[in-house]
């Protein structure tokens, strides 16, 4: 689902230092055209800066508030090239970027007014061939024909990939308090314990010892790692490969990362809006609860104050439609009435199992998914005492009991809120069905059990089924055990 809105690229830097920035470009091929100055945020290249080049291809940018660190790039006319180089918070920012030649700017580009970038331009120039030998021995595994020439060509990347490795580990043991080193140390994956694991628990240590050791050459506390291209997607892996994925986790992980950036600013903010963001439509079923324990820890507390209101109520909105639902916990009761005019409360549904469905008959979706539920729970579902509460979630009662009749629903809890019921709820303040089990789309479906708990939810029709047959053969092979003994 696409996001709402992304809080990542919306960070707003405020620095009180008394110096200004000053970046001038000198590129005699342009003549006219507008230059950019951006920085690296995630996947994104933001834009800090721009002007139009003059007719000496110079363009100055310029600023009375100093940048915050990281890796910047000069984004040429046209739009099709660009020039990294390095700002560091912490020292003078009056740079000289003369690009003599655009179609060999790392050999015919020179950087001056900043030491950081002279160490930068080295590792750069001496990585570039080693780069290149590893993309032509990729290039030349893929379209191996022969058995010997993939393996020739596998371990010709092996070795080359080692040098790259020795290589960088040699100039961060050569620079240690160097800018650049800070950020390529930023980018080691912590060693194995084992190289080639023989056992289950081999494997289950190697997990252990790469989880707690991930972020050891990460400094929570450096803003300066914020603007590379290489953080967030070290934070996307973390959190999609290495934490589990159960809330509990991930949130213990937010925590503890948010609690060491509390004395960097923009790096909690950027850590908050990034977790926000991210687990705001989450992946998997259940994470929901990831965003509730967010907005009531941080946003609720007012630890979000950079938020405009407009993003603040996006988040409070949204927390207060999960938290009502989270898997686990009691779905709220519904007290809604049928087409003959009689009360009906879901509570009252004496079943092991509850489908709860949400739906309208002029849903296309809903034309076609309704009579396929209607017809496994003929099948299979009745005689494991489940049963049906169907919510109408528009006011086309017409076409909503010709629908229940046409298809042969009346097995089922048929209930809508009328108009009266809704404004009634509304005056005392009352959430709605909407609210309280997230309709935004129909059908929605809930499975809930004997005590109305809530056990799945915004599954499809044949996800629960397939849920419903592990849980009956658990059952089942339970029961048969017990009486094994």
Partial sequence: MKKIFSLTVAIICFYTVQAQYK???????????????????????NIQDS????????MIFTGNKKLPGGIYAIVFPGKNLSLDFLIDSGINQTITIKATDTTDLLNKTVITGSPANILFD???????????????ERKAYVASTTKADSALHEANYVKYNKELTDFREAFIQKYPNAMLVELLKAMRDPKL??????????????YNYYKAHYWDNVTFMDERIIRTPFFEPRLVAYYEKVVSQEPDSITASMDYQLLLARSCPEMYKYLLNWFTDEFFYPKYMGQDAILVHLFEKYHSQGLSPWL???QEDLISNRAYMEMSNLLGAQG????????????HALYDINADYTLVVFWEPSCGHCKTQIPKIDSIYEASWKKHNLKVYAVLTEDKTPEWTKFILDNHLTDWTNVYQTK??????????IPGFRQLYDVTSTPTLYLLDKDKRILVKHLSWDQINDFLIVKWAAAAKAESDKLKK
């Fill in 193 to 206: 314990l084992m190289q080639k694991p023989l056992t289950r628990q081999d494997s289950l240590d190697n």
């Fill in 308 to 310: 405009s209101k407009k």
């Fill in 122 to 136: 080295q590792y750069q120039k001496a990585l570039a061939p080693k780069g290149k030998l590893l993309e032509n």
């Fill in 23 to 45: 970046i001038t470009l000198q590129a005699p091929q342009y003549k006219t055209g507008i230059a950019y100055l951006t920085y690296h945020l995630g996947k994104n290249l």
């Fill in 332 to 343: 709220a009761n519904l007290n809604l009435i049928d087409s003959t005019g009689k009360m």
């Fill in 51 to 58: 002007g139009i080049i003059n007719d000496k291809g110079v």
């Fill in 420 to 429: 009266e019921m809704a404004s009634a709820d509304e005056k005392e303040n």
